[in-house]
């Protein structure tokens, strides 16, 4: 056999090596200490304090501010993104709360059940003391994932903010429009072919609209409110209705004046037949199907711009950047002449 190694002590003369590779007093501490977090109270601590931390945030959410400031920003975001919120009535879904609120319970409660000898150490209030770094780094991490939260949406809300520029003639289009006979809201029969001479601005709404029909409504206001008087005497708005088995002329004029909309300058309006209505909306794309289970009309929240030819020559919808290429784009075509050439 090889002996061990010796060293030249200074007292006792030659003593033997110490062993090349043994484990260092402070490793094994570590490990038994990460063994004991994982086997013991400890993680069961970190997950209490986690989901402690975590409720407290939901709830924050769910009834903090959603006006004033980046907070309230954030609030009613976050309530659009986890709790399908309706920015109009503020209004969220309780069952997406629900879920929210249940899941990390949920969790909590299976590791509860399968550490359940050291979930009882923890009706000692000083196991509870003996782990307070483990409290301490639940909270952290649910901090920590919070604030990431709020970096994200304030970076979504910076982006939002930069809009690219109008693409102009690059989306224009030219597209024929049906040439179907419609009724207005003052029972006056008309086709698009014959606003020719002007700009049209068709969409598609329904008077017991609650999602995004109001909020078109609003948008034509605003449309109409930014305009001149000499930019206005150019521009038509017809909005086609998107339930033509129940809406009269009757109601569709009740509706217009009282969203303040005035005639003719605004014109709601449908055919004569149902079956009639459903094939233009059809034709333009406006893809109104009623949903089984709510009885609302699903449709594409589509704003048409009428050239003075009578083509459509842009499609956009209530996107941010929409909205703003929209006024762009009728601002366009109103500086142009009637029978100016559009795109081939």
């Given at each position: 056999m090889n002996a061990a190694p010796v060293t030249k002590s200074s007292t006792l003369g030659y003593a033997r090596a110490p062993e090349p590779f043994a484990e260092l007093p402070d490793a094994r501490t570590a490990e038994r200490d990460r063994q004991r977090f994982l086997t013991g109270p400890g993680l069961l601590v970190f997950l209490a304090a986690a989901l402690a931390a975590y409720e407290a945030f939901l709830l924050f959410t769910v009834f903090g501010p959603t006006q004033g400031g980046w907070l309230g920003d954030f609030v009613r975001d976050f309530q659009l993104w986890c709790y399908r919120g309706d920015p109009r009535t503020g209004g969220v879904s309780w069952a997406a709360v629900s879920v929210m609120f249940l899941e990390p319970i949920f969790v909590v409660v299976v590791a509860a059940v399968l550490w359940r000898q050291a979930c009882v150490e923890l009706c000692r209030p000083r196991v509870w003391w003996r782990h307070a770094r483990a409290a301490a780094a639940g909270i952290t991490v649910v901090a920590v994932a919070v604030a990431g939260l709020f970096w994200y949406a304030a970076a979504e809300r910076a982006r939002a903010g930069v809009l690219p520029p109008f693409p102009g003639d690059r989306i224009r289009v030219k597209l024929p429009v049906p040439a179907t006979e419609i009724i207005d809201q003052k029972e006056k029969p008309f086709r698009f072919a014959d606003l020719r001479g002007q700009v049209v601005l068709v969409t598609g709404v329904y008077a017991s609209c609650t999602t995004s029909c109001p909020?078109?409504?609003?948008?034509?206001?605003?449309?109409?409110?930014?305009?001149?008087?000499?930019?206005?005497?150019?521009?038509?708005?017809?909005?086609?209705?998107?339930?033509?088995?129940?809406?009269?002329?009757?109601?569709?004029?009740?509706?217009?004046?009282?969203?303040?909309?005035?005639?003719?300058?605004?014109?709601?309006?449908?055919?004569?037949?149902?079956?009639?209505?459903?094939?233009?909306?059809?034709?333009?794309?406006?893809?109104?199907?009623?949903?089984?289970?709510?009885?609302?009309?699903?449709?594409?929240?589509?704003?048409?711009?009428?050239?003075?030819?009578?083509?459509?020559?842009?499609r956009f919808n209530l996107d941010p950047r929409h909205r703003a290429w929209l006024r762009a784009a009728l601002r366009q075509l109103l500086q142009e002449p009637h029978g100016a050439p559009g795109p081939s």
């Open positions: 909020e078109i409504f609003l948008e034509l206001k605003a449309i109409l409110g930014e305009l001149t008087p000499a930019e206005r005497t150019g521009l038509r708005v017809v909005a086609l209705t998107l339930n033509p088995e129940y809406e009269t002329a009757a109601l569709m004029d009740a509706i217009s004046e009282a969203r303040g909309f005035v005639y003719p300058e605004f014109r709601y309006a449908g055919a004569a037949r149902p079956a009639v209505q459903h094939a233009l909306l059809s034709d333009l794309q406006f893809a109104a199907v009623r949903n089984p289970v709510t009885r609302q009309i699903d449709h594409a929240n589509l704003l048409l711009l009428l050239d003075r030819n009578g083509d459509i020559a842009f």
